[in-house]
């Protein structure tokens, strides 16, 4: 089934880069909505904001999937998050691509964004989700967008249809509360993380004082509490213990008990 596809971005900084993701989309022959050109930018945005929602909203009719073209400031931005919202609320799947990685007219790649994703929930019979967690979100050069997108748009609009029409309309922004909440937590994870592995330091560094060196099978000197744990290497510890850090603070929200 042929998809038209609605493409939610910030205009001024991305144009370069959200033409691109377009033209590999149109030239498949599939069908595109939202703002195209430069002359139709300047002639929307001198409308009121009301005008603005209205020709967004005549934009989303007919459309099946939004994909949210992720750059280094599209998150937070007014007509961005309205067009998330009204796409969510009328059962459109969502699909996210960051685009920072491609190249703008002077050649230049740009910063990682935060995901407007993240800004939305909704409530389902499981808790209240983010987007985020909900819908997946894909790198257009990492994750070969040009040979991928198709798949990416059929696979978003499965996944919206997996909820009820209550569902999708309960979509919200996400709650100053629930976002300390969540920072809470995280930080709490992570402190345990860093605590852990400070203490498990200062232990093995003072085993390594308090023993006395033993000599192993190749000549060289080891302490006592090497030997018995094995040769551990501190060094590779540490980067491991920072990789789990890493890995928390990006693990998904999705838990069973939602996202609080």
Known sequence: MVRRVFFSFHY?????????????????????AGFEDA??????????????????????????VTAVLIGNET???K???????ESVRKGNGIIGIKIHRLKDKADGEDFQGSNPLSDFVIETNQGVR?????????EWKGDNGRENIEDWVEDAKQQSDQFTEKEMKSVRKITSREKHVKVLQTAGKVGGIVGGSYLLYKWLQNADNESSPV?????AELPNSQQNMGDIDVESLGEDLANSVIDLINQDDDDNDGLL
């Open 12 to 32: 001024e900084r991305d144009k370069w880069r959200v033409n691109q993701v377009r033209n590999a989309w149109v030239t498949q022959g599939k069908e595109a």
């Open 39 to 64: 002359a139709d930018w300047e002639e929307v945005k001198k409308q009121s904001e009301e005008a603005i929602k209205n020709w967004i909203d005549d934009q989303l009719h007919g459309t099946s």
């Open 75 to 77: 998150a937070g931005r």
């Open 130 to 138: 983010r987007l985020s967690n909900v819908f997946e979100t894909y």
């Open 215 to 219: 000599q192993n099978k190749n000549g």
């Open 79 to 85: 007509y961005v998050n309205y067009e998330i919202k």
